[in-house]
C-alpha cells in the first residue's frame, strides 16, 4: 500500500499542458513534464481499498495498487516490473487510454481517482531513460513459425507474446511503417511516433522479423501464408468506415475522417507524395460529423491547420456533465468528455441529423444541411424514436466535412473472403477462444471484436498468443499464462 494518509494529504492533480495558443502550432505532444515528486505523490494517494476494482476495470489486470506503491516508495524499477508483467506497452496506454480503470478506481466513489494512466506513463518513461527496457530474447526456440497479419497494438502484443514464447513470428504490415492506427491514425500530439520506434526496436532485437509494404492476400498468397506458417494470428484492424449516404456525399470537400488523419499523420512524418488528393483544412469551415474520439482527432487537427472555424455535430443527445446514475461506480461512466482538442477550440453541438450536403455549380462543397431532433420514447413501441424538430433546418458554411461516424467492420476482401473466415452478425471475424473457423488461423484487436480501444487491442493480443501456443504445443496450458510467466514477459 502507497501511504495510508496519501489520499487525505494529496488532491488529484495531472501535469500541466502547454498553452493552447502555443501547442496548436505543432504537434509534439501536450503535457509538461513533472518530476518525481510530483507522480510519487500522486502515487500515495492509492488507498488500502481492500478490493482493488481497478485490477477489474482495466482490461489487462494491471496490478495497479502495487505498482502505485513502488513509485511512492520512489522505486520505479520494481514499478516497472510489475507493470510490464501485464502489459507490453504502457507508453501507448499511458498516453491515450480513456483509463477505464480510474473510472473503477475505489477513491473515486466520493473523491478524485488516483491518477493512474499518469503514473504508468511516468514508470515505462523511468524505464526507457534508465535502460531498463532492453531486448529480452527468448532463450530456447520451438521450431514452430507464426505469421502475424496487421502490426497494431493486437499484432504487436501477440508477436511480443508468441516470440517470448519461442516460436519465430513474422509480423507482416500493408503499410510502409507498423503501428496500426497509432502510426497513421492517432495524431502526434496525442502520440509521437518516435515511441512506436522505440518499441519496434525492441522487438526486432528480440527476434521479431517485420515484413512492411506486405499486403496478405494480394503480395502473398492467403494459401501460401498457410502453407509456410504453422499458425497465423490475423490482426487487421476494423477498417471499413461508415457512410453517411445523404445528398450531396459526392461533392468536393466530404472525405471519410480517416482519409484526412492518415495524410496528416504522414505529412508530420515528412511524407509529401500522395496517391489522392492533398485534404487540408487551412482557412477552411470543417464540420466534423461525429463526436468520439476520431472527431476529437480531426478538431485538433484542423485547430493546427489553422481552419476557419470548426463546428463537431453528434446525432446523440449531450451527456451529462458528471457519471449519470446509470453508469453507477464502477461502470464506465456515461458522461461528457472534454479532450485537450476540444479545450483548443470548436463549437459542439448535439442532437443533430446531417440532412444534405450543398454544393456550388462546380461540385464543390460550400454548406451541411442540418436539423436539430429530440430522442423521444415511443411509449407503444417502447423504443426511442428521432423526431426532427420543426423550423431548426438550416444550412451552416461547410468546405470540408469529415465523417468520423465509426467504422462498421474488417475488410472482408483479401484475406477473409480468400480463407472463407466466418463472420458474426457484425461481420467482424467469429472466432471461438480467438480460434476462427480455418484451421491454424486466430483472430485478435478490432478485427475480431470490432472498433474498440487500444488496451483492448493489446489485451486481446495477449490473450490470442495464449491460445496459439496452446494450439502449436499442443498443451492444455500455456508457458505465456503460467506464474511465472511474468520473469518471461519483462
Ligand atoms: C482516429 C482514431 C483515434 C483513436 N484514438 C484512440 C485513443 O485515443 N485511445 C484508444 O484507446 N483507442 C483509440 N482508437 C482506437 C484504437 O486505435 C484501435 O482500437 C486499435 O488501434 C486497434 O488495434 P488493432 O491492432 O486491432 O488494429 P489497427 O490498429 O487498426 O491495426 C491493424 C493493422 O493491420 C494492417 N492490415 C490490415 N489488413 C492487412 C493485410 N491484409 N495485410 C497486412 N496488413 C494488414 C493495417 O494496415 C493496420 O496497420 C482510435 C481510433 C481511431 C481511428
Not at 363 to 368: A, K, P, Q, R, W
Not at 418 to 430: A, P, T
Request: glycine share 8%.
Amino acid at each position: 500500500m502507497a501511504d495510508i494518509h496519501g489520499f487525505l494529504k494529496h488532491e488529484r492533480s495531472l501535469p500541466s499542458k502547454r498553452k493552447v495558443e502555443e501547442r496548436i502550432n505543432d504537434f509534439k505532444e501536450i503535457y509538461v513534464p513533472v518530476d518525481d515528486k510530483f507522480t510519487n505523490d500522486q502515487a500515495a494517494r492509492c488507498m488500502d481499498c481492500g478490493v482493488p476494482f481497478c485490477h477489474n476495470g482495466c482490461p489487462l489486470g494491471n496490478i495497479i495498487p502495487d505498482f502505485n506503491d513502488a513509485v511512492h516508495r520512489d522505486n520505479y524499477q520494481e514499478a516497472y516490473q510489475i507493470l510490464a508483467s501485464t502489459n507490453n506497452f504502457p507508453e501507448f496506454t499511458g498516453r491515450i487510454c480513456p483509463a477505464p480503470c480510474e473510472a473503477s478506481c475505489v477513491l473515486g466513489i466520493n473523491s478524485d481517482p488516483v491518477t493512474i494512466e499518469h503514473i504508468e506513463k511516468q514508470i515505462i518513461e523511468e524505464a526507457f531513460l534508465q535502460g531498463w527496457v532492453t531486448p529480452n530474447p527468448p532463450t530456447t526456440r520451438t521450431d514452430k513459425t507464426v505469421a502475424v497479419v496487421g502490426s497494431g497494438p493486437a499484432g504487436m502484443a501477440a508477436a511480443v507474446q508468441l516470440n517470448k514464447a519461442g516460436h519465430t513470428v513474422t509480423l507482416f504490415e500493408r503499410n510502409d511503417k507498423i503501428g496500426g492506427l497509432l502510426r497513421y491514425g492517432i495524431p502526434d500530439f496525442k502520440l509521437e511516433k518516435e515511441i512506436i520506434d522505440r518499441r519496434m526496436h525492441v522487438m526486432k532485437a528480440e527476434g521479431i522479423i517485420f515484413k512492411t509494404n506486405t499486403n496478405i492476400g494480394v503480395d502473398i498468397k492467403s494459401t501460401d501464408l498457410l502453407s509456410d506458417f504453422d499458425a497465423v494470428v490475423l490482426t487487421g484492424g476494423s477498417t471499413v468506415p461508415r457512410n453517411l449516404p445523404i445528398k450531396g456525399r459526392e461533392l468536393k470537400g466530404v472525405h471519410y475522417a480517416m482519409e484526412f488523419l492518415e495524410q496528416k499523420n504522414r505529412q508530420v512524418d515528412g511524407q509529401s507524395a500522395f496517391n489522392h488528393e492533398v485534404i487540408t483544412a487551412t482557412g477552411k469551415h470543417v464540420v466534423v460529423i461525429g463526436g468520439g474520439d476520431t472527431g476529437a482527432d480531426c478538431v485538433g487537427t484542423s485547430n493546427r491547420e489553422k481552419a476557419s472555424s470548426i463546428t463537431q455535430i453528434e446525432l446523440l443527445t449531450k451527456p451529462p456533465a458528471s457519471r449519470d446514475e446509470s453508469t453507477p461506480w464502477p461502470l464506465w461512466p456515461m458522461q461528457l468528455r472534454t479532450s485537450t482538442s476540444h479545450e483548443e477550440g470548436c463549437e459542439r453541438e448535439w442532437s443533430i441529423l446531417s440532412k444534405e450536403f450543398v454544393g456550388d455549380a462546380d461540385g464543390n462543397l460550400t454548406g451541411l444541411k442540418l436539423i436539430d431532433i429530440e430522442w423521444r420514447l415511443n411509449t407503444e413501441s417502447i423504443k426511442t424514436e428521432l423526431v426532427e424538430l420543426e423550423d431548426t433546418e438550416r444550412i451552416i458554411p461547410c468546405d470540408l466535412a469529415l465523417l468520423a461516424v465509426g467504422f462498421l467492420h474488417p475488410q472482408h476482401e483479401g484475406i477473409v473472403e480468400q480463407l472463407k473466415l466466418e463472420l458474426d452478425n457484425r461481420g467482424n471475424v467469429k472466432t471461438s477462444k480467438y480460434k476462427t473457423s480455418a484451421e491454424k488461423v486466430f483472430a485478435a484487436g478490432d478485427m475480431r471484436r470490432g472498433q474498440s480501444l487500444v488496451v483492448w487491442a493489446i489485451t486481446e493480443g495477449r490473450e490470442a498468443a495464449i491460445e496459439v501456443d496452446k494450439y502449436l504445443t499442443d498443451r492444455p496450458t500455456s508457458i505465456l499464462e503460467s506464474k511465472d510467466s511474468s520473469k518471461l514477459m519483462v
